[in-house]
């Protein structure tokens, strides 16, 4: 733990004052409050593109403790917005690490609080739901706090994928591969195109506006929808897309944001959940096999149950257990299936990496 004796203070929009002692960068940020269940795992998580917008709660006592290195990343850059915790540790015991997570998150201008009881905290958004907050190290004043914070836009209607999506094309992947995949990144992580890639998928990725005309110069022999921030229903050109992907009856396959757009895409609504699901432990049922998952998750947007139970031409394949929300689906007439949670799995299990083999099949096929 930090022995640092600046005072910061963390400030949610129904009022309620948090104070700990300040960690990584000194300013002030604002964003979406949002908690992950996850132990570890930790720089995987603030480089996932799908937290962009958000300031996180780590729900583990101790973050920090094996230090960061290149390798555990899932984009190029932290994107949270910031950091709250019970004990942010400057020293690490990792010997592969390649610095502490302090430097780490001072390289990447990340407002940090440590000393916060994060268990009531936890309790608090549990009870009240997602709400936007404010951390601040250097302003000390709760009225110009509040004003800072009614600056910050609501997740509703709020478009984060156009900004965190790739601005150029790049492949990856065995160029001579005859298994083609064409990825629409709305906020990929690297580890899903790693899955891919080790199946064998010569893959080239996509910014979130391209048109299929451009999609179909790749010569795909499948679609992929990737995971992201921000409100689903806030990317119409995206669902627009989509619905012409359909036309082509080629795979198509969507993870998180994915699957969210492809409900739309079939006039599926989604909708705000009430403080999300952001963890590695959640369990999921595979309602085709029967069998349960044990998956990753991150989202604070859902499909529809009931829109989706009423849909002649969509079929519910996974429920979450914890609230039997929709966690996958797959089209009866199209080759076209998605899930809500994360199957790639970095950090969490890999009970669902069958997913990405179901997809490989339906391409060769």
């Known amino acids: 733990m930090t022995h640092s004796t600046q005072q910061a203070i963390l400030l949610l929009a129904d009022g309620h004052v948090f104070y700990g002692q300040a960690f990584g960068k000194i300013g002030t ?18 480089t996932d593109p799908s937290y962009s917008g958000q300031i996180l709660i780590m729900n583990n006592v101790h973050i920090g403790n094996y230090g960061v290195k290149d390798a555990d990343v899932e984009s190029d850059t932290v994107k949270i917005r910031g950091l709250i915790a019970r004990n942010l540790e400057e020293q690490f015991s990792r010997f592969q690490a390649k610095g502490s997570l302090s430097d780490y998150l001072i390289a990447n201008n990340i407002v940090a609080i440590e000393g916060v009881d994060t268990r009531a905290l936890v309790t608090h958004v549990r009870t009240k739901g997602a709400m936007n907050c404010i951390i601040s190290s250097e302003i000390t004043d709760i009225e110009k706090l509040k004003s800072e914070l009614a600056k910050c836009p609501d997740m509703d209607g709020l478009d984060l994928a156009s900004g965190v999506s790739t601005k150029e094309e790049y492949e990856l992947g065995d160029t001579s591969s005859t298994l083609k995949v064409a990825v629409l990144d709305f906020g990929i992580k690297k580890n ?9 998928a010569h893959v080239r990725v996509h910014p ?35 619905k012409e992907i359909l036309a082509e009856d080629k795979p198509l ?69 914890n609230d039997d929300s929709i966690e996958g689906i797959r089209l009866k007439d199209k080759p ?27 391409m060769k096929s």
Do not use: W
């Not at 679609?223 to 409100?231: I, V």
């Not at 949670?341 to 990496?353: F, I, L």
């Open 208 to 242: 979130a506006n391209t048109t299929l005309s451009r999609l179909k110069e790749f010569n795909p022999n499948g679609y992929f929808l990737s995971n992201g921030p921000g409100d689903p229903a806030a990317l119409p050109f995206a669902i627009n897309t989509i």
């Open 336 to 362: 076209a299936f998605s899930v809500q949670y994360h199957p790639e799995a970095t950090p969490g299990p890999h009970d669902s990496r069958y997913l990405f083999d179901d997809f490989v099949k339906m």
């Open 253 to 321: 396959f969507g993870i998180c944001l994915g699957h969210q757009l492809l409900a739309l895409a079939n006039d599926i609504p989604t909708f705000k959940m009430h403080h999300g699901h952001r963890g590695l432990n959640h369990p999921v049922k595979n309602i085709i096999s029967g069998l349960c998952e044990i998956t990753t998750q991150n989202h604070g947007f859902g499909v529809d149950p009931e829109a989706v139970r009423k849909h002649a031409n969509v079929e519910v394949t996974h429920l979450n257990l």
């Open 192 to 200: 899903i195109l790693n899955c891919l890639v080790e199946r064998g």
């Open 29 to 46: 940020t604002t964003g979406e409050l949002c908690f992950n269940t996850g132990m570890t795992g930790y720089q995987e998580v603030f």
